[in-house]
């Protein structure tokens, strides 16, 4: 295993990954959109479900793809201090939205994304009135791009594991990057299972609300303390 990544790195970081607001908050939009759109609550489920394997796979390819290029191009050492400092300077703005969200710099979505996001699910209700089948086919693309688009507001925990990773060699990252992804989407099936189940998408979107500020404190203080250990372990 490479130096200083353990199995409980791995599965804190994919859990404080997808507990982030902008995750919860893309995926009770388009829950409350589904529900609209597809009369039929199992339909909603498939598209649920078909969007989650999506975002599980882009993920994970795109962690595979970084991990590669570090590993191959000779660039690891350089990679891994990078992603500990990318860990760190996340760590403060997301502490800093505690305080005082949305302010200034804030770790957020690429410009345009909230936009596309929008033009893909009215694709999606066009394409349930016409052609249901591919209907399902805009879930499974929403599900790679919105991976894209919150990249920026996501990617500090998987980058820093993709960092101590890149220490080792591909037999043992690529077990982990599944494992991570995993654990990465399990909070995003719980809050479909929620909707499935009765519960309104906009008392998820008041809780989320509600509870941002202190998501946004608890992974700030979490990349911190990564950032701050991946310095350490390699000094």
């Known amino acids: 295993m490479a130096e200083g990544v353990t199995l409980g ?21 388009l829950l409350a959109y589904m529900t609209y759109v597809f009369k039929s609550k199992a339909k909603m489920l498939l598209a649920g479900l078909i969007y989650i394997t999506a975002v599980y796979l882009t993920y994970f390819l795109i962690g595979v793809g970084i991990f590669t290029l570090a590993y191959t191009a000779g660039l690891a050492k350089d990679f891994y201090l990078f992603a500990a400092v990318v860990a760190i300077g996340a760590g403060v703005f997301e502490i800093k939205d505690y305080f005082w969200y949305g302010r200034w ?3 957020q979505m690429i410009p345009g994304g909230a936009e596309r996001i929008k033009k893909y699910t009215n694709t999606m209700k066009n394409l349930e009135l016409k052609h249901p089948v591919f209907s399902l086919l805009i879930a499974a693309l929403l599900g790679i791009v919105v991976v894209f688009f919150e990249l920026p507001c996501t990617g500090a925990p998987y980058l820093a594991v993709l960092g101590m990773l890149s220490q080792g060699n591909y037999a043992t990252a690529i077990p982990l990057l599944l494992l991570y ?12 299972a929620i909707v499935y189940f009765g519960n309104k998408s906009k008392r998820l979107e008041k809780w989320r609300k509600e509870n941002r500020g202190l998501m946004r404190l608890f992974i700030g203080l979490f990349l911190l303390a990564l950032g701050g250990y991946m310095i350490w372990a390699i000094i």
């Open 181 to 192: 992804n995993l654990v990465f989407i399990l909070p995003l099936i719980i809050i479909i």
């Open 9 to 29: 790195i791995v599965i804190a970081a994919a859990l404080v990954d997808s507990i982030n607001p902008c995750v919860f908050g893309v995926l009770i939009f």
């Open 105 to 107: 710099f804030s770790l």
